[in-house]
């Protein structure tokens, strides 16, 4: 590192570095070993009158801090969090921290060396025996190089991008707009289309000059598919309620997804919206991945899954269909494969499937051949390996400049306190500070602890943490995962789920107890794709679950002592998703909750529907809004909190009362914002709240 200069090299090559970042190690280096406090980096990189999410932003930059070093936070070799206190640099340095500090090489035993010359000398005497014919193997091919495109903030996150056939701009979009980047230069200019015309990029027609893009026309509607220039003019609309569309390699076909509700169809057209069939249909649960097309045109490739209830990834393959016929070529199945597929013009096929624990977080990409028949050719090939989600890729007409996105979202939980009996918030504060996802499920019977599951130690665990604790205790240490945590009636004993693996064959999930003070789980029952459950708070004993079979959700009465009960048949609702609903029980075992979630209606509401045969009602909630998010029971049981969305602008969350007023409690236009817990005593929430944000990079020498 010169410090005078601000670079950092590795390896005689120089490592990009930002300036936030940048400070963050120049603090660290200054006093290696030593604590140095996220109040000490907070006023080093920000001054006293700005006003930013310090938290987020300061983990944010740690995050590509660790990037540029190759370090991690699971297993740091330089930098060690110290939970909710600091950071500290690990290892020694040697200079003396005025103008230039280097890190030491490790030391190696006699042994080490020796080998390592042996192999040298071997190498040599291969390579002279065969050098001439080394001389007349072609150059190997150059290695990957990544280069960022975008450098939004969270704040201002880049929602698509696409770059164009000759590999010159970079077409994308975010809260400001749709923009055109010239790749080398960086210049980059407004596209002009009419007023209140917000659309994302979602494919370049061979041209270079036009653009395949989705729109929402309205807060209540589907995407469609339009036709721009990025020279300017009017936009034209090609499909309603469609997603995803690629141009074939000629410019004459376009393939989409399409469904009334969430996409069920692949279909192809015209280029101008003409003659459209479907290729592949299935009204069942899957979800589809953005197709593309093969080189010559003759196949589509998609990813293809189904969300099984609780399981923290889709069950996804690759599938190949014959444009001509229709015919499904056999599929690619890998453990942990994602949505994103892309076609290279040599054949390659691009996609992205998520890492193994500790990192089941970040999701990277992988090519493999295909031939002319549509069978894979070979092992895959790992193309990237950073953190985040990588998708949305887009390639060059000549294959040499490859682009995509990262995606992060850091779920952690939050506290909020309730004032003037729950009409507003008052101070709201961060709980976690892992780098991982934690859920937040329910309180301790006392309202001083919050159970909640996180992945931070690789499987999704069980802990509990007090509102006034920098830690969390661990209740359950889990090598499969669990989710949605819960205390039985009384607060005794906590219950949780076990979902099948995505290798199972089995979709029977698992509810377990275990009690509160520590002992061996047990098994309460079995039952196929229990999506959820709750119970009522003594001295009720009503305990509910949702199953998801065939796209109908049913709700089942059940007892920790005797398993599954009769099934609610009135609360039954049909859905293509098994998160497509979200249901509360009050606190009273009286009265089930039920909402719809983001895009299934322009009935919004939440359905309450009393156990004891009373008559069903709908409170209806006013505004442009999508959909309810998420529904949970106050703790008087005399509202409920909701989260609700729009097609186009933040997350709200929203205090319903029972004779339908609302109020909407919190807008939250940074962050990604999940569910509301409250405490029993209702005096505090706590928040499911994640920082997110997207941005793009490139890929040469593909």
Request: a neutral charge; aromatic letters at 10%; proline letters at 6%.
């Given at each position: 590192?010169?410090?005078?200069?601000?670079?950092?090299?590795?390896?005689?090559i120089k490592?990009?570095?930002?300036?936030?970042?940048?400070?963050?190690?120049?603090?660290?280096?200054?006093?290696?070993?030593?604590?140095?406090?996220?109040?000490e980096?907070r006023t080093?990189?920000?001054?006293n009158?700005?006003?930013?999410?310090?938290d987020?932003?300061?983990n944010?930059?740690?995050r590509?801090l660790?990037?540029?070093l190759g370090?991690?936070?699971?297993?740091?070799?330089?930098?060690e969090?110290?939970?909710?206190?600091?950071?500290?640099?690990?290892?020694?340095?040697?200079?003396?921290?005025?103008?230039?500090?280097?890190?030491?090489?490790?030391s190696?035993p006699w042994?080490?060396?020796?080998?390592?010359?042996s192999?040298?000398l071997?190498?040599?005497?291969?390579?002279?025996?065969?050098?001439?014919?080394?001389?007349?193997?072609?150059?190997?091919?150059?290695?990957?190089t990544?280069?960022?495109l975008?450098?939004n903030?969270?704040?201002?996150?880049v929602?698509?991008?696409?770059?164009?056939?000759?590999?010159k701009?970079?077409?994308?979009s975010?809260t400001?707009g749709?923009?055109?980047r010239?790749?080398?230069?960086?210049?980059t200019?407004?596209v002009?289309?009419?007023k209140d015309?917000?659309?994302?990029?979602?494919?370049?027609?061979?041209?270079?000059?036009?653009?395949?893009?989705?729109?929402?026309?309205?807060?209540?509607?589907?995407?469609?598919?339009?036709?721009?220039?990025?020279?300017?003019?009017?936009p034209?609309?090609?499909?309603?309620?469609s997603?995803?569309?690629v141009?074939?390699?000629?410019?004459t076909?376009i393939?989409?997804?399409?469904g009334?509700?969430?996409p069920?169809?692949?279909?192809?057209?015209?280029?101008?919206?003409?003659?459209?069939r479907?290729?592949?249909?299935?009204?069942k649960?899957?979800q589809?991945?953005?197709?593309?097309?093969?080189?010559?045109?003759?196949?589509l490739?998609?990813?293809r899954?189904n969300?099984a209830?609780?399981?923290?990834?889709?069950e996804?393959?690759?599938?190949?269909?014959?444009?001509?016929?229709g015919?499904?070529?056999?599929p690619i199945?890998e453990?942990?494969?994602?949505?994103?597929?892309?076609?290279?013009?040599?054949?390659r096929?691009?996609?992205?499937?998520?890492?193994?624990?500790?990192?089941?977080?970040d999701?990277?990409?992988?090519?493999?051949?295909?031939?002319?028949?549509?069978?894979a050719l070979?092992?895959?090939?790992?193309l990237?390996?950073?953190?985040?989600?990588a998708?949305m890729?887009?390639?060059?007409?000549?294959?040499?400049?490859?682009?995509?996105?990262?995606?992060?979202?850091?779920?952690?939980?939050?506290?909020?306190?309730?004032?003037?009996?729950?009409?507003r918030?008052g101070?709201?504060r961060q709980?976690?500070?892992?780098?991982?996802?934690?859920?937040p499920y329910?309180w301790t019977r006392?309202?001083?602890?919050?159970?909640?599951t996180?992945?931070?130690?690789?499987a999704?665990?069980?802990?509990?943490?007090?509102?006034?604790?920098?830690?969390?205790?661990i209740?359950?240490?889990?090598q499969?995962?669990?989710t949605?945590?819960?205390?039985?009636?009384d607060?005794?004993?906590?219950l949780?789920?076990i979902?099948?693996?995505?290798t199972?064959?089995s979709?029977?999930?698992?509810?377990?107890?275990?009690?509160?003070?520590?002992?061996?789980?047990?098994?309460?029952?079995?039952?196929?794709?229990?999506?959820?459950?709750?119970?009522?708070?003594?001295?009720?004993?009503?305990c509910?679950l949702?199953?998801t079979?065939?796209?109908?959700?049913?709700?089942?009465y059940?007892?920790?002592q005797?398993?599954?009960?009769a099934?609610?048949?009135?609360?039954?609702?049909?859905?293509?998703?098994?998160?497509?609903y979200?249901w509360?029980?009050?606190?009273?075992?009286?009265t089930?909750?039920?909402a719809?979630?983001?895009g299934?209606?322009?009935?919004?509401?939440?359905?309450?529907?009393?156990?004891?045969?009373?008559?069903?009602?709908?409170?209806?909630?006013?505004?442009?809004?999508?959909?309810?998010g998420?529904?949970?029971w106050?703790a008087?049981g005399?509202?409920?909190?909701a989260?609700?969305y729009?097609?186009f602008?933040?997350?709200?969350?929203?205090?319903?009362?029972?004779?339908?007023?609302?109020?909407?409690?919190?807008v939250?236009?940074?962050?990604?914002?999940?569910?509301a817990i409250?405490?029993p005593?209702?005096?505090?929430?706590?928040i499911?709240?994640a920082?997110?944000?997207?941005?793009?990079?490139?890929?040469e020498?593909?």
């Amino acid at each position: 590192m010169d410090r005078r200069t601000g670079e950092l090299w590795r390896g005689g090559i120089k490592v990009k570095l930002q300036e936030q970042p940048l400070q963050i190690l120049l603090t660290l280096l200054e006093r290696p070993g030593e604590l140095v406090t996220r109040e000490e980096l907070r006023t080093r990189l920000w001054a006293n009158d700005t006003y930013v999410d310090f938290d987020h932003s300061l983990n944010a930059a740690v995050r590509r801090l660790r990037d540029a070093l190759g370090d991690s936070a699971e297993n740091p070799r330089f930098v060690e969090t110290v939970a909710r206190r600091g950071y500290r640099f690990l290892v020694p340095i040697q200079g003396d921290g005025t103008d230039a500090v280097s890190v030491p090489l490790p030391s190696h035993p006699w042994w080490y060396w020796l080998a390592f010359a042996s192999a040298g000398l071997l190498l040599l005497v291969f390579g002279i025996a065969l050098g001439w014919r080394a001389a007349r193997l072609a150059a190997p091919p150059k290695p990957l190089t990544e280069r960022r495109l975008t450098a939004n903030t969270p704040e201002n996150v880049v929602t698509s991008g696409m770059i164009s056939p000759d590999g010159k701009y970079f077409a994308f979009s975010d809260t400001g707009g749709l923009f055109l980047r010239h790749i080398d230069s960086g210049e980059t200019h407004a596209v002009p289309l009419p007023k209140d015309f917000r659309p994302r990029p979602e494919c370049w027609f061979p041209d270079g000059v036009h653009l395949l893009v989705s729109w929402v026309e309205g807060p209540q509607e589907r995407p469609g598919i339009w036709q721009i220039s990025v020279l300017g003019g009017t936009p034209r609309k090609l499909a309603d309620n469609s997603y995803g569309p690629v141009v074939s390699p000629d410019g004459t076909q376009i393939a989409f997804l399409w469904g009334e509700v969430a996409p069920t169809e692949v279909r192809i057209m015209r280029a101008d919206g003409t003659l459209v069939r479907t290729l592949v249909q299935d009204d069942k649960a899957t979800q589809f991945g953005t197709p593309s097309w093969s080189p010559d045109g003759k196949f589509l490739a998609y990813a293809r899954g189904n969300q099984a209830a609780g399981n923290t990834r889709i069950e996804g393959r690759i599938e190949l269909v014959e444009v001509a016929t229709g015919k499904t070529i056999r599929p690619i199945y890998e453990k942990g494969i994602g949505g994103s597929v892309a076609w290279a013009p040599d054949g390659r096929l691009i996609y992205s499937v998520q890492e193994l624990p500790l990192n089941q977080d970040d999701v990277n990409l992988w090519a493999v051949h295909i031939d002319s028949m549509g069978h894979a050719l070979g092992a895959p090939v790992r193309l990237t390996s950073g953190s985040g989600f990588a998708a949305m890729v887009s390639l060059t007409s000549d294959g040499k400049r490859l682009a995509f996105f990262r995606f992060s979202r850091e779920p952690d939980i939050y506290i909020a306190d309730l004032e003037d009996h729950g009409a507003r918030f008052g101070n709201v504060r961060q709980l976690t500070f892992d780098e991982r996802a934690d859920f937040p499920y329910d309180w301790t019977r006392d309202s001083q602890g919050v159970l909640f599951t996180s992945n931070r130690n690789g499987a999704f665990s069980i802990f509990k943490q007090r509102v006034d604790e920098l830690e969390p205790e661990i209740l359950l240490r889990s090598q499969e995962d669990v989710t949605i945590t819960r205390l039985n009636g009384d607060g005794t004993s906590i219950l949780y789920l076990i979902p099948p693996s995505p290798t199972e064959k089995s979709k029977n999930t698992r509810l377990m107890r275990m009690p509160l003070t520590g002992g061996p789980p047990q098994q309460v029952l079995v039952a196929a794709e229990i999506n959820n459950y709750q119970c009522a708070h003594a001295p009720a004993m009503t305990c509910l679950l949702s199953t998801t079979e065939g796209g109908r959700e049913r709700f089942f009465y059940f007892s920790l002592q005797t398993g599954l009960g009769a099934e609610i048949a009135k609360a039954a609702v049909w859905s293509r998703n098994v998160y497509d609903y979200n249901w509360s029980l009050s606190p009273d075992g009286k009265t089930l909750a039920l909402a719809q979630k983001e895009g299934m209606g322009k009935d919004i509401g939440i359905r309450l529907l009393p156990l004891n045969g009373g008559s069903e009602r709908l409170l209806r909630i006013k505004g442009d809004w999508l959909g309810i998010g998420s529904v949970d029971w106050a703790a008087d049981g005399k509202s409920l909190w909701a989260s609700a969305y729009t097609s186009f602008g933040p997350t709200s969350m929203l205090n319903v009362e029972l004779d339908g007023a609302v109020r909407t409690v919190m807008v939250e236009k940074k962050m990604k914002l999940g569910w509301a817990i409250p405490s029993p005593d209702g005096k505090h929430l706590a928040i499911w709240r994640a920082n997110q944000n997207a941005n793009a990079w490139m890929l040469e020498n593909f």
